[in-house]
C-alpha cells in the first residue's frame, strides 16, 4: 500500500463515527460568482481538466463519468483501472459538441478559460441554454481575474484553502463527503510533513524560478508568476520566487532570468506535445546549450527539478509537487 491510500486509509479509520450527512439534491453551489444548481446525483459527468478528473477518480467517481479531456501527464498509477473506463475525448481542449454529445448531466473543469465569459469550450451560457450545469474549481477564480493576461492574472496569492474547497465541493456533487473529507486529510498531512522538512533545512537567501514550457525555444519561456500556485508551492517551502509578476504563467526574457541567478531551476515535465518545450528533453538540451542559461549556477550545478506539470496546478498532485521540490531543495544545504 503506498503511502497516500495509507494515510487514507487511517483517516477514514478515524473517522467512523462521525460520517458526514448524505447531500440533499437539488443542490445549489456559489462557484466563482454564478449560482450552480445540481438537480440530482450526476450519472454522466464530462471532466474538462486533469485536476478535477483526478480528484474524481481519487473520490471513486469513475462509474458517473462519461469523458474526460485536458490532460498534461499520464493518469496517477493509482488510478489507471478508473481511467481506462473513462473515454479520453481529446487529450487537448475538446470541441463544445464532443462535450454535449456525451449527454453530461454536470461538467466540471479545472480552468475558467475552458468554460467562462471567453471559454475555449465554451461559455456557462451555452451550457445553461442545454441544461447542463457547468463548475470550474475555486483554485482558478477565488483570488484571481481571468480576463487579465493570457492564463490570468492574480489578484490575490493563491490560497491553498481553494484546493480544499474544491475537493469539498465536488464531494458535495457526487455525494461522496466522507472520501472527500478522507483525501482532504491526506493531503494536508503531507503538506505539513514536507513543509517540516522544508524548515529544518534551515537554508539561507535561497531562491527559484519555475519554467513550464515555451511557445518556441527560441522565444521568451513561461515562468511561474509570484501569486501562483508554483509561487505559493515556492513560498511554502522558504524559496524566493525570482520572478514577481502577478500574472499566472508570464513570459519573461532569459536574460533576465540569468541576471537573477535563482539557486534552484524547476522545469515541467509533460507528455502533452502543444509547444515545442513541453519535452522535457527539449528543455534540459536548451539550457545545457544556450550561451545564456548554461551560465546559471543552477544549470552548471544541476540544481534542476523536474517535476510533472499537473504538479504545478492546483490539484492532489500538488502535493506531490511540494515533495519533489523539498527533495531537490536537499542539496542547498551541503
Not at 123 to 141: E, H, K, N, S, Y
Not at 145 to 161: C, E, K, M, Q, S
Not at 310 to 316: F, L, P, S
Request: with cysteine; net charge negative.
Amino acid at each position: 500500500m503506498n503511502r497516500f491510500f495509507l494515510t487514507t486509509a487511517l483517516a477514514i479509520g478515524a473517522a467512523t463515527t462521525a460520517h458526514a450527512a448524505p447531500t440533499q439534491y437539488p443542490v445549489t453551489i456559489d462557484n466563482c460568482g454564478h449560482a450552480v444548481t445540481i438537480p440530482a446525483r450526476p450519472d454522466t459527468v464530462v471532466s474538462i481538466g486533469q485536476s478535477t478528473t483526478e480528484i474524481l477518480y481519487a473520490l471513486d467517481q469513475a462509474d458517473r463519468m462519461a469523458g474526460t479531456a485536458l490532460w498534461f501527464n499520464a493518469v496517477l498509477p493509482d488510478h489507471a483501472d478508473q481511467d481506462a473506463r473513462v473515454e479520453r475525448i481529446s487529450d487537448n481542449t475538446p470541441s463544445f459538441e464532443s462535450v454535449v454529445n456525451k449527454r453530461p448531466a454536470f461538467v466540471p473543469t479545472m480552468f475558467e478559460w475552458m468554460i467562462g465569459e471567453q471559454g475555449a469550450v465554451g461559455t456557462r451560457a451555452q451550457f445553461a441554454d442545454l441544461g447542463i450545469p457547468v463548475w470550474v474549481m475555486p483554485t482558478d477564480c477565488q483570488g484571481k481575474n481571468n480576463l487579465v493576461g493570457a492564463d490570468g492574472t492574480r489578484l490575490a496569492p493563491f490560497d491553498i484553502r481553494s484546493l480544499w474547497d474544491s475537493i469539498d465541493q465536488l464531494a458535495q456533487v457526487m455525494d461522496a463527503q466522507d472520501a472527500g473529507d478522507a483525501l482532504t486529510a491526506a493531503l494536508q498531512a503531507r503538506e505539513a510533513a514536507v513543509v517540516a522538512r522544508a524548515q529544518a533545512m534551515d537554508l539561507p537567501d535561497a531562491s527559484a524560478a519555475v519554467w513550464f514550457s515555451s511557445a518556441d525555444l527560441q522565444l521568451d519561456p513561461y515562468m511561474a508568476g509570484g501569486m501562483g500556485v508554483p509561487g505559493w508551492m515556492l513560498d511554502r517551502l522558504g524559496l524566493r520566487n525570482v520572478v514577481t509578476s502577478d500574472e499566472e504563467w508570464p513570459t519573461v526574457g532569459w536574460e533576465t532570468i540569468a541576471r537573477a541567478d535563482p539557486s534552484v531551476l524547476v522545469i515541467a515535465r509533460m507528455d502533452r506535445r502543444r509547444f515545442p518545450a513541453d519535452d522535457v528533453e527539449a528543455k534540459l538540451r536548451f539550457l545545457q546549450t544556450d550561451p545564456v542559461t548554461r551560465q546559471m549556477s543552477a544549470v552548471r550545478d544541476n540544481r534542476i527539478v523536474i517535476m510533472d506539470a499537473e504538479a504545478m496546478h492546483a490539484g492532489i498532485r500538488l502535493i506531490d509537487g511540494l515533495e519533489a521540490l523539498a527533495a531537490g531543495m536537499d542539496g542547498l544545504s551541503e
